[in-house]
Antibody
Framework: EVQLVESGGGLVQPGGSLRLSCAASGFTFSSYWMHWVRQAPGKGLVWVSR????????SYADSVKGRFTISRDNSKNTLYLQMNSLRAEDTAVYYC????????????WGQGTMVTVSS | SSELTQDPAVSVALGQTVRITCQGD??????ASWYQQKPGQAPLLVIY???NRPSGIPDRFSGSSSGNTASLTFTGAQAEDEADYYC???????????FGGGTKLTVL
């Protein structure tokens, strides 16, 4: 079964750090671009970051650039999001998503992991 | 512009046809993809590319595009189609992605 499973969410104080993981299974992880997307409570989807298949290229939304780092370990079939200098407005469910190899669509999503930034 | 604009809410009578739209400059260069999200669930891809449906998505879902506007059409909407729908594409730079604000579809 093709699957993405996120972990690492939790409660963190403003200014703190957290690392999210996304474990992939059921497909050749190293062949796909991967993304992080977040959704604040009661709000819409917001794209956060993406990494290409061989880790040579990344991009970030302006709201997280310089604070978040996306990475991947193709030997472990795992995607990561290192989040530093966290702010209250980073509070959201974080989803990892696979980009299909055609038409830029996100065809597989994880179930999400909740990050709460609060003192 | 790096924004995609959607109507916040649309309603349709059971069995009728309704179209949800998504507007943005980037849609002149890139196809939109469409996602269904029900409460407490992860998004689900329903339409991508010119007009492609992933396996398992009913054929009452269809997509189209003209100029800066992409559309998702429900031909014969069903009660289970009631959900939030989001469009998505690359932005005009091609190096970032952007989601529309979402449309809440109510089936009456």
């Amino acid at each position: 079964e093709v699957q993405l499973v996120e972990s690492g969410g939790g409660l963190v104080q403003p200014g703190g750090s957290l690392r999210l993981s996304c474990a992939a299974s059921g497909f050749t992880f190293s062949s796909y671009w991967m993304h992080w997307v977040r959704q604040a409570p009661g709000k819409g989807l917001v794209w956060v970051s993406r990494i290409n298949s061989d880790r040579s290229s990344t991009s970030y939304a302006d709201s997280v650039k310089g604070r978040f780092t996306i990475s991947r370990d193709n030997s472990k079939n795992t995607l990561y999001l290192q989040m530093n200098s966290l702010r209250a407005e980073d509070t959201a469910v974080y989803y990892c998503a696979r980009e299909n190899n055609l038409d830029d669509a996100f065809d597989i999503w994880g179930q999400g992991t909740m990050v709460t930034v609060s003192s | 512009s790096s924004e995609l604009t959607q109507d916040p809410a649309v309603s349709v009578a059971l069995g009728q046809t309704v179209r949800i739209t998504c507007q943005g400059d980037s849609l002149r260069s890139y196809y939109a993809s469409w996602y269904q999200q029900k409460p407490g669930q992860a998004p689900l891809l329903v339409i991508y590319g010119k007009n492609n449906r992933p396996s398992g998505i009913p054929d009452r879902f269809s997509g189209s595009s003209s100029g800066n506007t992409a559309s998702l059409t429900f031909t014969g909407a069903q009660a289970e189609d009631e959900a939030d729908y989001y469009c998505n594409s690359r932005d005009s730079s091609g190096n970032h992605w952007v989601f529309g604000g979402g449309t809440k579809l109510t089936v009456l």
